[in-house]
Each structure stands twice: as C-alpha cells, then as structure tokens.
C-alpha cells in the first residue's frame, strides 16, 4: 500500500512546545540512524529535499511534559524523553509537521495512516547525499559509511531528550 510524507503547517510549533521521542528499552542510535536512513526516501518528494530524502528523527507534539507522558501511555512504546522546540532549534535542527498517509485503494484517496498523525513532527538530521543511491542499492561498507556521516548529529539530536523515562500504567513516567 503506498504511503507518503506531507509536511504541514502547524501553528502549535512554537519554542515553548515540547517534542516527544518514544522508544522501547532500545535506545541503541546505531540502529536508529539505521532506520532513518533506510526510510530517508520517503521525504524524497518533499520539495525542500529536491528528490534526495532526508535523514529524520519522528517525534510527537504535546504543549506539556505531563500531556507527553499521558500521550505516551495510549502506544506501545514504554520509553520516552522530551525536549522544547526552542532547545531542538537552540541546537540547530529544523522541526517540521508532518503526516504519514496511505492511498486507501479502494476509495482512491490519501487518509492518515495511525491516528496520532495530526501531532507528529520531524527533527531533520540530515539531507540525503546529492547523487547517493537508494541506502537499499549500497554494499555493506557503502551503508556503513553512509551511515557515519550522520551518527554524531543524530546522537546528539537525541541526546537532547534525556533522560529518558519509564511509563508504567499503573505509576506514570519514572524520573
């Protein structure tokens, strides 16, 4: 089923807002910049990555830490860290609305692919590289090297949500 990355106007982006990363006990960013390269051709489309794709962190909107950890105990994740726009742009990343959206065939239109699309945002690590070929077409040490020139702004891009914290259904987020 295809899908596709819109990047939307939303008036909720403002330095006071919080951004949510959610993760599981994981919190390994070796495989995370694995995963965003892996999906950098997604953002191919978007007219400010000129057919390239880009290197993203998906994040939640949420205007509190207290909304983030009530947002976070309604997924599957049971890890999560928070950060305010303004310490995410204060850091030089950009942050961008976004939805992911699947063609629903048989109706032969575009709807939102999960429910909490209308609060995700991206942080842009990265653009793709000029000329590069799909991270799929890449050797081994190709994807490892592509891989590299990005690990050092990503960890530091999610180093800005910690510490990250537990949620647990019954006691909230844990410090």
Do not use: C
């Not at 939303?10 to 995370?32: G, I, K």
């Not at 030089?92 to 609305?97: H, L, P, R």
């Not at 070929?133 to 990503?154: I, N, V």
């Amino acid at each position: 089923m295809p899908t596709r990355i819109v990047v939307r106007d939303d008036p909720r982006l403002t330095d006071e807002a919080y951004l949510l990363v959610r993760a599981n006990t994981d919190h390994n960013t070796v495989m995370s910049v694995r995963n965003a390269v892996l999906h950098a051709h997604e953002y191919a489309h978007v007219p400010e990555h000129f057919g390239r794709g880009a290197i993203m962190i998906s994040t939640y909107l949420a205007p509190t830490e207290e909304a983030a950890a009530t947002l976070i105990a309604t997924t599957r994740w049971d890890w999560f860290g928070t950060a305010t726009l303004g310490t995410i742009r204060d850091h030089g990343f950009e942050v961008w609305a976004t939805s992911s959206e699947r063609l629903d065939d048989a109706a032969g239109i575009w709807v939102p692919a999960d429910p909490l699309q209308s609060d995700h945002a991206d942080v842009l690590v990265g653009r793709y590289p000029q000329g590069q070929p799909p991270y799929g077409d890449l050797s081994k040490a190709e994807k490892a090297a592509l891989r590299g020139l990005y690990q050092d702004r990503f960890d530091l891009a999610l180093s800005l949500f910690d510490p990250r914290r537990l949620v647990t259904p019954t006691a909230g987020p844990t410090p």
